[in-house]
């Protein structure tokens, strides 16, 4: 089960009936849900695509609707940056396979051929859910980091290159010369603003990048 009680699955399909029955089985997991009947009505009302969730998410996407299809919902979806964090499993009654292995190939989370087991389908929601999640928590972690750097100024990023690659204070300040004191102040300065004890430590964080 989810560790997320605000996490939502979207579903988009045409069909009435599977979208209200997909939602009957997603609350017996107490999992919210939000229908759209086509995947024009996905991308023109649904959250997702004015900013990135906050919450885990994922989508429960038709392959064989009107006049957008999933797969072409899917490459539209592919162009948005943060779209790992939203983890895509197609439902089709007319699966074949070339189609399922090239669509997970692109980054779908599952193909599920109709009619599913339900519970076998609910473990699929549910583990999609934990893996937006976790790529939600990297994501977060990448801008923080990216905040961080934004807030150096020039010479203390000069500082931290030198200091990463490992040069002492000495080495550092004959090659952006100036005084090994301005140096142990801008690393002081930079190891503040990153929030780290340490080159080691900040070489590590700085990897995350």
Same mark, same amino acid.
């Given at each position: ?20 029955? $997909?939602?009957? +089985? ?53 162009? $948005? ?9 197609? +439902? ?36 999609? $859910? ?71 430590? $900040? ?7």
């Amino acid at each position: 089960m989810t560790q997320h009680p605000d996490a939502k699955v979207y579903l988009v399909d045409d069909d009435a009936g599977v979208r209200e029955a $997909l939602a009957w +089985l997603l609350r017996t997991r107490r999992l919210l849900s939000e229908g759209y009947d086509s995947a024009e009505a996905f991308q023109a009302g649904a959250p997702v695509w004015a900013a990135a969730p906050e919450a885990p998410c994922c989508v429960l996407l038709d392959v064989r609707m009107g006049e957008m299809s999933g797969l072409a919902l899917f490459e539209r979806l592919l162009e $948005l940056p943060w779209q790992a964090a939203m983890p895509v499993i197609f +439902l089709s009654g007319h699966a074949d396979v070339a189609t399922a292995v090239d669509a997970v190939k692109r980054g779908a989370f599952d193909f599920c051929e109709k009619p599913f087991s339900d519970n076998a389908l609910v473990d699929r929601v549910e583990q999609a $859910l934990n893996r937006s999640s976790d790529v939600q928590a990297q994501q977060r972690i990448k801008r923080e980091l990216q905040q961080r750097l934004d807030g150096l100024t020039d010479r203390e990023r000069d500082v931290m290159d030198l200091v990463v690659a490992g040069l002492p204070n000495k080495l550092v300040a004959d090659q952006l010369n100036i005084s090994v004191r301005t140096v142990e102040v801008h690393r002081s300065r930079v190891f503040d603003k990153m929030g780290v004890k340490s080159a080691v430590e $900040l070489a590590n964080v700085l990897r995350a990048t």
